[in-house]
């Protein structure tokens, strides 16, 4: 079925003539409207530099997790450039423990983008602002209508199901998302004309409002604005917006893990900038394959001078990416004073790990494999 037709279906058309459900949307956010930390108050103008910065961190990451960071963030570098011209390394040591570093490294390299190629200052438009790296559709609307007030809606996953409750939009994701973002513009406030359209507060309403009440589970509906239109709360089904289709979980992987000390040191290596925690910092390992029995994992141990037998640590590390699980076996060893570092290796103390870039999953080997 074309995007059309199901957007006729899902009652498009009807919304498109309704102009009750923006100015409630708006009345509601007025005041309920959520304080966060890259949010100004009512009536200043977003700093586009705050926008951006805050809707990379939220990728795949929840508002209490990314506030620390982002205020973290901006008292480091207070605005693109000052980050444009830090090293990629400062970045992704700052990042760490966020996850999903590939937004690190997108972001460093936008705001060198922005700084090199549009004098530090981000474009305006969601076209200008899709030809940086890192930002895709969703981000650029969202900088495009919080920012600078362009009528465009970003529909986040809040969004997304408030939408789909709204108009109970029957099609599984993804097929939806073109008619939820159809429906999702007809509830932006004002017009084009409009000294003030509040496009970004109606974005931010709707994310507020999936946020607060219109939740995953046991949504609050009768404090809900938009509760008497709401299609999917007249059938009673609201919990079972938006339709989706069960999810595969990869297949477990399994690897090794060595953890070599020299007395106060540790044995780490930066994985290759490309590819999953591109550039983050590591222990030795073995490849991480589907099957691999303890013996193949542990023919890749690094090979160091003084080490006749690694000691396998009891029990394993686990860690759940976005398409794998993983098992990680820890083995450790001692080396004498000095023993030199592997090519592509270097020991740093161990005091200091803080400053180092460890992906989250490194941080639990490392406390595996010298605690107790």
């Keep these: 079925m074309k995007s059309s037709a199901l957007a006729k279906k899902a009652g498009l058309e009807e919304a498109g003539s309704s102009t009750a459900r923006p100015a409630l949307l708006l009345e509601w956010y007025d005041g309920h409207r959520r304080v966060l930390p890259w949010r100004p108050p009512a009536g200043q103008r977003a700093d586009p530099y705050a926008v951006w910065l805050s809707e990379i961190m939220l990728q795949q990451t929840g508002v209490k997790t990314v506030g620390p960071y982002f205020e973290k963030f901006l008292a480091r570098w207070p605005d693109v450039t000052s980050l444009g011209r830090a090293s990629l390394d400062d970045v992704l040591r700052m990042w760490a423990g966020l996850g999903y570093y590939s937004r690190a490294r997108n972001l460093h390299a936008c705001a060198v983008a922005v700084l090199r190629d549009h004098d530090g200052a981000f474009p305006d438009t969601e076209e200008g602002l ?14 495009a209508a919080i920012a600078f007030d362009r009528r465009t809606m970003p529909v986040d996953g809040n969004i997304e199901r408030v939408v789909s409750r709204l108009f109970a939009v029957e099609e599984t994701l993804p097929r939806a998302k073109p008619v939820i973002q159809k429906l999702a513009a007809t509830l932006l406030g004002g017009s084009s004309t409009d000294e003030k359209s509040r496009a970004g507060d109606s974005a931010q309403a709707l994310m507020d409002l999936g946020a607060s009440i219109c939740t995953p589970k ?3 509906c009768s404090l809900c604005p938009l509760s008497d239109a709401c299609a999917a709360r007249q059938r009673g ?6 339709r989706k289709l069960s999810k595969k979980s990869g297949e477990l992987r399994r690897g090794a893990a060595f953890v070599v000390t020299r007395g ?6 930066s994985r290759p900038e490309k590819g999953l925690l591109g550039g983050m910092t590591e222990v030795p390992g073995s490849d991480w394959r589907v099957a691999q029995d303890d013996e193949d994992a542990l023919k890749q141990a690094p090979q160091l001078s003084g080490v006749t037998r690694w000691h396998r640590k009891v ?27 592997p090519k592509d290796m270097r020991w740093v103390p161990i005091a200091t790990l803080g400053g180092e870039a460890l992906p989250n999953v490194m941080r639990k080997v490392i406390a595996h494999g010298i605690g107790s």
Excluded: K
């Excluded at 899709?130 to 900088?143: D, E, K, Q, V």
């Excluded at 089904?237 to 938006?242: I, N, T």
């Excluded at 106060?264 to 290596?269: G, I, T």
């Excluded at 590390?317 to 004498?336: D, G, I, N, Q, R």
């Design 315 to 341: 029990g394993v590390v686990t860690h759940v990416f976005t398409h794998f699980p993983l098992e990680l076996v820890v083995y450790t060893a001692h080396v004498p004073a000095r023993t030199r570092a």
């Design 130 to 143: 899709r030809s940086l790296p890192g930002i895709g559709p969703y981000t650029a609307a969202a900088i």
């Design 218 to 220: 046991h949504p609050a």
């Design 264 to 269: 106060a040191e540790l044995l780490v290596r």
């Design 237 to 242: 089904g609201q919990e079972s917006f938006p």
